[in-house]
C-alpha cells in the first residue's frame, strides 16, 4: 500500500504499472484518474488550488485502504493525490486497486474514490473570472458513499 | 487547554487558522464547543453553524456528540471537495 499527498506532478500510466510490479499473484489492475476539469457550476475554471490538513489528510486516507481491505481480498492499494496549484488537465488523483478476480478490484476502486471524495480533508478552491471560489460539497458524492453502508 | 483549527473557506472567513480556548468541563462534546464558538458573532454563527459543517478530533473524522477532554485538537471545516 503506498498513500501519497504530493504538490509534484505524476504520470498515471507509471502508477498504473507499478501496481502489478512486484506480485505475479495479481490477475486484476484496476486505476481511476482524476484530471482538473476547465469548468465547473457553469463557469470557466482556470485552474485550482488543493488545500489539506497536513497529518490527518494522510491518516484518513489509511483508514480509507484499512476498510477497503477489510471489504475485499485485495492484494494492493495505492492513493496518490496533489496538493496546490493545479492547471485544467493536470492529473489530480490517482486510485489503484490490484487483486486476484477483476470485480474486487472494480468495486474497491470505486469504494475507495467514493470515500475519498467525502471523508479526507481536501478543498479545491477554484479561479473562475469573477475571481476565486471555493467549491461546495456535493450532495450526489454523499449519495454515492452512502451506497457503501452496511445494511 | 483545547486547540480549534479552520480550513479553508472557514479559515479564510474567520481570518483564523486556529485557536486556544482554556478547558472547561462545560464543553462536554464537539458540539458544545461548536455552540460555544457560534456565540462570538455572525461571522462564526455563518461559517461554523452552517450544516455542511465536517469536524475531527485528534485528527479523526468525528460526530458532534463526540466527546471533548482537555488537551484535545479539535478540527472545523467545510464539507471537504477533494478527488
Same mark, same amino acid.
Given at each position: 500500500m503506498a498513500i501519497r499527498v504530493q504538490a509534484a506532478a505524476f504520470d498515471p500510466g507509471q502508477e498504473l504499472n507499478a501496481l502489478h510490479a !512486484?506480485? +505475479?499473484?495479481?490477475?486484476a489492475v484496476v486505476g481511476f484518474v482524476g484530471y482538473v476539469r476547465d469548468f465547473n457550476d457553469g463557469r470557466d475554471v482556470g485552474g485550482l488550488f488543493l488545500e489539506h490538513f497536513p497529518g490527518m489528510t494522510e491518516k484518513a486516507l489509511a483508514r480509507i485502504v484499512e476498510e477497503a481491505n477489510q471489504r475485499w481480498p485485495l492484494l494492493r492499494v495505492d492513493i496518490l493525490h496533489r496538493i496546490g496549484r493545479l492547471e485544467p488537465g493536470e492529473p489530480i488523483v490517482f486510485v489503484g486497486t490490484a487483486s486476484a478476480h477483476r470485480q474486487a478490484a472494480f468495486e474497491a476502486c470505486n469504494f475507495v474514490m467514493d470515500y475519498l471524495k467525502t471523508r479526507a480533508p481536501f478543498w479545491k478552491k477554484e479561479d473562475t473570472a469573477e475571481g476565486p471560489r471555493w467549491v461546495e460539497g456535493r450532495a450526489s458524492d454523499q449519495d454515492a458513499a452512502g451506497r457503501w453502508a452496511k445494511g | 487547554m483545547i486547540r480549534v483549527q479552520f480550513f479553508a473557506r472557514y479559515r479564510e472567513v474567520l481570518g483564523l487558522a486556529e485557536d486556544r480556548l482554556a478547558w472547561d !468541563?462545560?464543553? !462536554? +462534546?464537539v458540539g458544545d464547543l461548536r455552540e460555544h464558538l457560534v456565540q462570538r458573532g455572525d461571522l462564526w454563527a455563518e461559517t461554523l453553524g452552517e450544516r455542511g459543517l465536517m469536524c475531527a478530533r485528534n485528527e479523526e473524522l468525528c460526530g458532534l456528540a463526540e466527546p471533548l477532554r482537555d488537551g484535545d485538537d479539535v478540527a472545523f471545516f467545510p464539507t471537504v471537495t477533494g478527488g
Open positions: !512486484a506480485n +505475479t499473484g495479481i490477475g | !468541563a462545560d464543553l !462536554a +462534546t
